[in-house]
T-cell receptor, first 120, second 112 residues
Framework: GAVVSQHPSWVICKSGTSVKIECRSL??????MFWYRQFPKQSLMLMAT?????????EQGVEKDKFLINHASLTLSTLTVTSAHPEDSSFYIC????????????????FGPGTRLTVT | QQQVKQSPQSLIVQKGGISIINCAYE??????FPWYQQFPGKGPALLIA?????SEKKEGRFTISFNKSAKQFSLHIMDSQPGDSATYFC???????????FGGGTRLMVKP
């Protein structure tokens, strides 16, 4: 199956600082990546859709100036949590869409392993 | 507005039993219905997916049943094993690869 990586896998930062999370598709090109947030024992909530070469599309209620998304290449999208606060502590998960079906299933989404963010 | 409702929230099954998780959706524009398995601290992994043109799809011990008229679909795990203990999410989208709407999740525990 397709492999999507995230870095870092976990991070602890102080309130007010910024944190960058990387999402990479390792064996396929992804023109579209999605960013989700998951609180403990809850479902995944879509934050934004990241498209290579264009601005991200944010879901209602997600602050675009706080959660900066950059999809710089066909294999990399980054999420930067700016001026992080304790309420931003969560599990952030990305997924990448296999547009060409290299994995055998065209357009299928594959999820990364997630990044645990703790803001102190 | 929760567009995909999943039940039960938690499920305990004996080893060798059948685990059944149900989902119902509201948006008739949805045409792609995947199921994901998630272990603690990990990202979701695709288990099996179905489109509305078939009523059932089976892959190994996992089967999806789909009822288009009722707007419901379910996951059946046959011969459940302790290693199946995880959280399962149903999801729906308008086309594969598009924005997914997730159900609330079901925490499955398979007792040895």
């Amino acid at each position: 199956g397709a492999v999507v990586s995230q870095h870092p896998s976990w991070v602890i930062c102080k309130s007010g600082t910024s944190v960058k999370i990387e999402c990479r598709s390792l064996d396929f090109q992804a023109t579209t990546m999605f960013w989700y947030r998951q609180f403990p024992k809850q479902s995944l909530m879509l934050m934004a859709t990241s498209n290579e070469g264009s601005k991200a599309t944010y879901e209602q209620g997600v602050e675009k100036d706080k959660f900066l998304i950059n999809h710089a290449s066909l294999t990399l999208s980054t999420l930067t949590v700016t001026s992080a606060h304790p309420e931003d502590s969560s599990f952030y998960i990305c997924s990448a869409r296999d547009l060409q079906g290299r994995t055998g299933v065209p357009y299928e989404q594959y999820f990364g392993p997630g990044t645990r963010l703790t803001v102190t | 507005q929760q567009q995909v409702k999943q039940s039960p929230q938690s499920l305990i099954v004996q080893k060798g039993g059948i685990s059944i998780i149900n989902c119902a959706y509201e948006n008739t524009a949805f045409d792609y219905f995947p199921w994901y398995q998630q272990f603690p601290g990990k990202g979701p992994a695709l288990l099996i997916a179905i489109r509305p043109d078939v009523s059932e799809k089976k892959e190994g011990r996992f089967t999806i049943s789909f009822n288009k008229s009722a707007k419901q679909f379910s996951l059946h795990i046959m011969d459940s094993q302790p290693g199946d203990s995880a959280t399962y999410f149903c999801a729906a989208s308008r086309g594969a690869g598009n924005m997914l709407t997730f159900g609330g999740g079901t925490r499955l525990m398979v007792k040895p």
